[in-house]
C-alpha cells in the first residue's frame, strides 16, 4: 500500500489517455510531411489541438504545444519582453514558480532588464494596490505582467481578472498549470495575452504543454528550425504526446466538489491530530486539493521522509527544488520566517484520493511530527 498524495507535482496518466498514447505510437507519419501518413498524424494533432481550445475558450490557432510548462514559461517570459524593445521593465508577482522567476531573472542578468515583484498578504494572494500603483506611475514601462493563476504551494487562487483590467494595455501572461482543468479557466473572456498549461499535472503524458497565445501576437521564436508552430516553437510536433494531452483533457474525471471535501477532512482532522499546525492561505480561495502545513518545530526534509516510510508520498513546495535546502519563496513572501518556511509540508490530492488515504494519513501524523520534533531539538 501506498498513498500518492502529490498531485501537485504530477498526476497518474489516465487510462483513455494511455491507450491514446499507444495508439499514436503506433502511427508512422511525421506531422509536417505532406503524403498520406502524415496528414493522417497532422490530422490528429490539429484534432487535440481542437480538443484543448476548447477547453480554455481559445482559438485552435492559439494553442502553441511545447515540450513543458517550464518551456511555455519561459517562451511567455523572454518572447513577450523581447517584443517590446522599448519597454525594459518586467513585472511578476513574488510567488511564480521558479520556471517564470528564473527567466525573469536571467533577462535582468543578461539583457538589462529591471524586474518589480508584486506582494502577496499574508494569506497568499497578490496585492492588487501595489500593482495598480506600479501601473500608473510605470505603465509606459512595462514589458509584460505576469502573476500565476493559482499557486503550486499553497493553491492559493489568484485574481487575473482584476490584473488583466489594471493592465489595460499591457500584456499579460498567466501560468494556469495548476489551475488547468480545475478551476474554470477562459482565456478570451480573461483577456489575457499569454497562459501556459502541462499535461502531467491532468493525467496527460509528462514532457509535454503549451503556451496560449493571442492569435496574430508576434513574437522572437526561441527555438529555430523547420517552422512548426507559428514559426514560434520550431521542432517537430510531439504528436503521441499531443494526442495523448487531448485525451486527458476529454476524459477528465476530476470532481473538484468531491476533492475539496476531502481537503476539508484532511485540515479539520490536521487541528485534531496535530492542534499547533497551520494551513497556509487557509482563507483564501484555493484550488480544491492543496493543503499546505506549517508544523512548527520540525524541518520539513525529515518530515518529508517519514510520511514516506510510512507510505505516504507529499512534498516539501515544488517538486524542483525540493530536495535542496532552501525556504520556500511562497511561504516567505506570505510573512513566513526562514524556520517556518522550512517546516512546512504540502499534501496536494487528486481524482483517486479516497476517505481511506486521508484517514491512514491522519493516523500516522502524530507519531510522524513527534519523530520529528525529537530529531529537531538534538
Ligand atoms: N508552473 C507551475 C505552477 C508548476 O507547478 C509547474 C510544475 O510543477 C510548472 C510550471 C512546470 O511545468 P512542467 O513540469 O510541465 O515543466
Known amino acids: 500500500m501506498s498513498i500518492y498524495l502529490d498531485h501537485a507535482a504530477t498526476t497518474p496518466m489516465i487510462e483513455p489517455a494511455i491507450d491514446a498514447m499507444q495508439r499514436a505510437l503506433r502511427k508512422i507519419g511525421n506531422p509536417s510531411s505532406l503524403h498520406t501518413d502524415g496528414r493522417a498524424t497532422r490530422k490528429d494533432v490539429e484534432e487535440a489541438r481542437e480538443v484543448i481550445a476548447q477547453s480554455l475558450g481559445c482559438q485552435a490557432s492559439e494553442v502553441i504545444f511545447t515540450g513543458s510548462g517550464t518551456e511555455a514559461n519561459n517562451s511567455a517570459i523572454k518572447g513577450l519582453f523581447w517584443s517590446t524593445p522599448d519597454k525594459n521593465l518586467i513585472v511578476v508577482s513574488a510567488i511564480e514558480h521558479h520556471a517564470v522567476l528564473d527567466p525573469a531573472h536571467w533577462l535582468v542578468e543578461h539583457e538589462g532588464a529591471e524586474l518589480i515583484e508584486i506582494p502577496v498578504t499574508d494569506s497568499g494572494v497578490i496585492d492588487c494596490a501595489f500593482l495598480r500603483d506600479l501601473v500608473i506611475r510605470r505603465g509606459g514601462e512595462i514589458a509584460l505582467i505576469s502573476v500565476m493563476s493559482a499557486n503550486n504551494e499553497t493553491g492559493v487562487i489568484q485574481p487575473i481578472s482584476t490584473v488583466v483590467e489594471i493592465a489595460g494595455s499591457i500584456p499579460v501572461h498567466t501560468d494556469a498549470v ?20 502541462s499535461a502531467h499535472k491532468v493525467g496527460g503524458p509528462l514532457g509535454i504543454g503549451a503556451l496560449i497565445l493571442r492569435k496574430a501576437f508576434e513574437m522572437p521564436a526561441l527555438l529555430h528550425g523547420g517552422g512548426q508552430e507559428r514559426e514560434i516553437r520550431s521542432g517537430t510536433l510531439n504528436a503521441p504526446s499531443i494526442v495523448a494531452f487531448a485525451a486527458a483533457v476529454s476524459a477528465n474525471t476530476y470532481n473538484g466538489e468531491a476533492v475539496e471535501k476531502l481537503r476539508e477532512k484532511f485540515e479539520s482532522g490536521i487541528s485534531t491530530v496535530a492542534p499547533h499546525a497551520r494551513v497556509n492561505g487557509q482563507s483564501s480561495k484555493r484550488l480544491p486539493g492543496i493543503s499546505n502545513i506549517t508544523f512548527p518545530g520540525t524541518q520539513a526534509d525529515f518530515l518529508l521522509l517519514l510520511m514516506d516510510g510510512k507510505k505516504v508520498s507529499c512534498s ?47 493516523s500516522v501524523i502524530p507519531e510522524v511530527i513527534e519523530m520529528a520534533k525529537a530529531a529537531n531539538s538534538l
Do not use: W
Not at 495548476?178 to 498549461?197: D, E, H, R, Y
Not at 525540493?322 to 496536494?348: N, W
Open 178 to 197: 495548476q489551475s488547468f482543468m480545475k478551476v474554470p479557466l477562459n482565456f478570451a473572456n480573461l483577456g489575457l495575452f499569454a497562459m501556459t498549461i
Open 316 to 362: 516539501t513546495g515544488a517538486a524542483c527544488t525540493a530536495g535542496v535546502h532552501r525556504p520556500s519563496h511562497v511561504l516567505m513572501a506570505m510573512g513566513h520566517d526562514e524556520i517556518g518556511a522550512t517546516s512546512s509540508l504540502r499534501f496536494s490530492l487528486g481524482a483517486n484520493t479516497t476517505e481511506e488515504d486521508i484517514e491512514y494519513t491522519l
